[in-house]
């Protein structure tokens, strides 16, 4: 899923709320965020270094080691010298799938922040992983700005069959007043539960 909006529309909390519910649910939560003039695989990079640490000298990975031994801090290569690779990103992303089986067989959920921002390789690996989507137990949810226009690669991006793009709006004036009624309704609610048991009344 790719939610696009402007500044401020509430993207991140969205991303937010997604990474509380699935850490209550035990799920696996990897998240990174792209910055302006961040470098190469900069989200990638921040979402899977930690997380993948403990699981850097598994033999199920020694094939990909050296790949990810270029990205990932603190992963050390066997060899030396890596040969050429025709197409880097595609070979970078199926090294991240196989990390992903080994971290959690059960499924995983990446985030990945502002990606308006990230750059074109990084934007080729998430490609490559949405269009493996069906065969992984991953959820993908990344967050765009969308003025004036979405970059090319994240247009590209966002046409997958595999990935839906949720346009958030500012809220109009009288959805504005509907939330600011609901917000008095549970105050005053809160309110009357407070005052009717004495051992709350601190619990403000």
């Known amino acids: 899923m790719l939610l696009t909006?402007?500044?401020?529309?509430?993207?991140?909390?969205?991303?937010?709320?997604?990474?509380?519910?699935?850490?209550?649910?035990?799920?696996?939560?990897?998240?990174?965020?792209?910055?302006?003039?961040?470098?190469?695989?900069?989200?990638?990079?921040?979402?899977?270094?930690?997380?993948?640490?403990?699981?850097?000298q598994e033999t199920e990975l020694a094939a990909v080691r050296p790949i990810l031994a270029r990205v990932l801090p603190g992963w050390i290569s066997d060899h030396d010298v890596l040969a050429p690779m025709a197409?880097?990103?595609?070979?970078?992303?199926?090294?991240?799938?196989?990390?992903?089986?080994?971290?959690?067989?059960?499924?995983?959920?990446?985030?990945?922040d502002d990606v308006h921002w990230a750059d074109d390789d990084t934007v080729s690996v998430l490609s490559y992983l949405a269009d493996s989507l069906d065969q992984l137990p991953l959820a993908l949810i990344m967050t765009a700005r969308s003025e004036p226009l979405l970059p090319e690669p994240l247009e590209r991006l966002s046409a997958a069959p595999s990935i839906r793009q949720?346009?958030?709006?500012?809220?109009?004036?009288p959805e504005v007043v509907d939330a600011l009624r609901a917000q008095e309704f549970l105050g005053s609610r809160r309110k009357q539960l407070l005052s009717s048991s004495p051992r709350l009344m601190g619990c403000r």
Request: aromatic share 4%; glycine share 10%.
């Open 5 to 56: 909006g402007e500044a401020g529309v509430g993207k991140t909390r969205l991303l937010i709320e997604t990474q509380r519910e699935a850490e209550r649910r035990g799920v696996l939560v990897l998240k990174g965020r792209a910055v302006e003039s961040g470098g190469a695989y900069r989200p990638l990079v921040e979402a899977f270094a930690r997380a993948s640490a403990p699981f850097a």
């Open 87 to 112: 197409n880097p990103t595609a070979v970078l992303a199926e090294a991240l799938i196989l990390l992903l089986r080994v971290m959690s067989a059960d499924g995983a959920v990446l985030l990945i």
């Open 166 to 173: 949720l346009r958030l709006s500012r809220l109009q004036a």
